[in-house]
């Protein structure tokens, strides 16, 4: 199993990021992916979570202003992020699951600072 992130990098306040995973190893189709973050100093948190068929889940802070979305052919996750505000400063990961075990992409860097 990889998870592959990628599209972090640095943008003004009110800015927009997209992140993206690519994943391999497993059937993608039927398990369930999602971004964490993880702030300096903080503990690693769900941002967004989305499963085939099902309407995705996000975390308070972020909903309207951040979209999930999956492309089961090409076997990616993709998080949109618009109106970034530095509190959404963090290593962002993508995660998945599988039969007790988890899986983690190595984490891609998003800085909002003007």
């Known amino acids: 199993v990889q998870l592959q992130a990628s599209g972090g990098g640095l943008v003004q306040p009110g800015g927009s990021l997209r992140l993206s995973c690519a994943a391999s190893?497993?059937?993608?189709?039927?398990?369930?992916i999602g971004w964490f973050r993880q702030a300096p100093g903080k503990s690693r948190e769900l941002v967004a979570r989305i499963r085939s068929g099902r309407d995705p889940d996000y975390k308070g802070s972020v909903k309207g202003r951040f979209t999930i979305s999956r492309d089961n052919a090409k076997n990616t996750v993709t998080l949109e992020m618009n109106s970034l505000e530095p509190d959404d400063t963090a290593v962002y990961y993508c995660?998945?699951?599988?039969?007790?075990?988890?899986?983690w992409g190595q984490g891609t860097l998003v800085t909002v600072s003007s």
């Open positions: 190893g497993f059937r993608f189709d039927d398990y369930a």
């Open positions: 995660y998945t699951r599988i039969d007790g075990h988890e899986y």
